[in-house]
């Protein structure tokens, strides 16, 4: 008994295990894998600028472009899970980027914490007015009539103008031709000028030439009609299950503690809530779909699967 009640006391008298400190006590990087002005960085400052504000630790965005976004991506792989590097991933990053490339520096499914999804960007099938054709179906009769003689510009080699013009050539069963540039403005150049006759792009690098009149909005490549071009058809209705969204979301390293990655979820959910936030989606095509960082990390394993069949199938590689 006295030896017991001796054990007793010891472990009564030992020190505490030191607590976490509170979060976050320093600043914080957010890496973009990608150049400045992008949708990508565009958003990752404006959610820096409300957690400088609300926390009173700078959020310094940080741009580390190159290989698709491989290189950004890989940085936050390799950081330690302590909240002061996180990534604004895409869905090239961490969802298409490990069936394009041969060799990749990183495991999008195991060497990150899904935190938020940011945005999802509208895509819209845009057509030069000279292509007789004004709606999905006739678009389709006309690439069936005339095989391999339409083409289609994209932003490059696995991008999801690219991936998108690949999925309608194979649920629509047509042969168009692929031309890839080195980005989205030479591609809608070049379209503008009816060296192409058609591009699969994010609304907002479109939507104003459609609305000025030199470029015909023939369907948005969502699940369903956008409110930003309400008369629009949604390719499903011709195609169905068909949809193409490109996507950007907030992530850690693996193994970031659950209690900032909850923190970090709820900061930018109200972000995107905000009227101001969901007016600018609504006006340049974009939507905000608010998720626990579980269901985030499901859709992010949804759109690999999804994406690396498809490119499996047509045999599509970057390097």
């Known amino acids: 008994m006295f030896r017991a009640l001796l054990v007793v006391c ?33 958003f990752a400052r404006i959610i820096g600028a409300r957690l400088t504000e609300r926390w009173g630790q700078p959020v310094v ?36 980027n490990v069936s394009l490339f041969r060799s990749m520096p990183y495991d999008p499914a195991k060497d990150f ?42 932003a490059g080699v696995g991008t999801t103008s690219h991936l998108a013009g690949e999925l309608f050539k194979s649920m629509a069963r047509v042969d168009i031709t692929h031309v890839p540039y080195k980005g989205n403005v030479p591609a809608i150049t070049d379209l503008l000028s009816g060296q192409t006759q058609m591009v699969f792009a994010t609304m907002p690098t479109v939507l104003p030439h459609v609305k000025a009149g030199k470029l015909k909005g023939v369907a948005v490549l969502g699940a369903s009609r956008s409110p930003a071009l309400p008369d629009v058809p949604a390719m499903a209705e011709a195609l169905p299950g068909f949809e193409v969204n490109n996507w950007i ?71």
């Open 61 to 96: 965005v940080e741009n580390r472009a190159g290989a698709g976004g491989n290189i950004g991506a890989d940085l936050v792989a390799k950081s330690a899970p302590d909240g002061y590097t996180i990534l604004m991933g895409s869905i090239g990053t961490q969802a298409v």
């Open 10 to 42: 010891a472990v009564l008298a030992a020190p505490a295990a030191p607590a976490r400190e509170a979060w976050p006590q320093k600043p914080i990087r957010y890496v973009v894998p990608f150049p400045a002005g992008g949708i990508a960085d565009i």
């Open 249 to 319: 979301g907030t992530f850690g390293p693996a193994g970031l503690p659950a209690d900032i990655t909850a923190r970090l979820n709820a900061e930018i959910l109200a972000l995107m809530r905000t009227p101001e936030i969901q007016q600018r989606l609504l006006a340049e095509g974009a939507r905000f779909t608010p998720m626990a960082p579980a269901r985030f990390a499901e859709f992010v394993a949804a759109e690999t699967a999804k994406w690396g069949k498809l490119i499996r199938e047509v045999g599509i590689h970057a390097d």
């Open 113 to 154: 914490t899904a935190v938020a999804l940011v945005l999802e960007a509208e895509s819209l099938l845009a057509l030069h007015p000279s292509v007789a054709a004004n709606t999905p179906a006739e678009l389709i009769a006309l690439a069936r009539a005339q095989p391999g003689k339409l083409t289609y510009g994209s």
